[in-house]
């Protein structure tokens, strides 16, 4: 298994674009999370799926970002519009039931 | 209080040292632990998986205690290889979600 990829792997974009980050989970994984970090907050939960349902998506900052996982095999974290603040690097991780993640290697973000 | 609390470090120690950190939870219903390591700009990877008899992986040990609420790693003779951040991840009552912790900051000198 290629485990799980998220592209792309770095994104400059200016301020007030739209960012539309990628994830394929490992194949038959049935939670889906994606997490941000920076330096000065760690790393944080944002949303997370079970069986391509959302769950839990109190941690996304505001309502300028946007989950959705289509299918098994696909999820997009969107934000819309991009501020600087959103710099960071964005991980994705899935896993079967509670056995531990697999985290994605990750995009890293600048808004510039 | 936090849900799971890490020392944040950094510990700095030298070659050859025994290392341990303790990784505090407060749900008691947590079923399932796990140690992670990450490296400067890198993915958190899966270290080991904490097992209520404790378990070991050659230099790596971790243990759970249950009554006290707190999990451990033990890192025997230590390499320049382990410096890493480690970040214990606790598995709540709520089916795949894991809490973690900070992370602990290791630096390994020669």
């Known amino acids: 298994d290629a485990g799980v990829i998220q592209s792309p792997r770095h994104e400059v974009t200016e301020m007030g674009q739209e960012v539309t980050l990628r994830c394929k989970p490992i194949?038959?994984?049935?939670?889906l999370f994606w997490y941000r970090q920076t330096m000065m907050r760690g790393l944080e939960l944002l949303i997370y799926f079970n069986n391509n349902v959302p769950i839990d998506d109190s941690g996304m900052p505001e309502d300028r970002f946007s989950a959705k996982m289509p299918n098994a095999s696909f999820s997009t974290l969107k934000i819309q519009p991009s501020e600087p603040r959103d710099s960071a690097v964005y991980f994705c991780?899935?896993?079967?039931?509670?056995?531990?993640?697999?985290f994605g290697s990750g995009t890293r973000l600048t808004v510039v | 209080r936090k849900e799971v609390e890490q020392d944040p470090g950094p510990f700095n120690v030298p070659e050859g040292a025994t290392v341990a950190f303790n990784c505090t939870y407060s749900n008691s219903a947590s079923q399932s632990f796990f140690w992670y390591r990450q490296d400067c700009r890198k993915e958190p990877k899966l270290l080991m998986s904490v097992y209520s008899s404790g378990n070991e992986d050659g230099r790596f040990t971790a243990q759970l205690n249950r009554a006290s609420q707190y999990i451990s790693l033990l890192i025997r003779d230590s390499k320049l290889s382990d410096s890493a951040t480690y970040l214990c991840f606790c598995g709540d009552n709520q089916g795949g979600k894991l809490i973690f912790g900070q992370g602990t900051e290791l630096s390994v000198k020669p």
């Open positions: 991780a899935s896993s079967f039931t509670d056995l531990g993640y697999t």
């Open positions: 194949s038959g994984h049935d939670y």
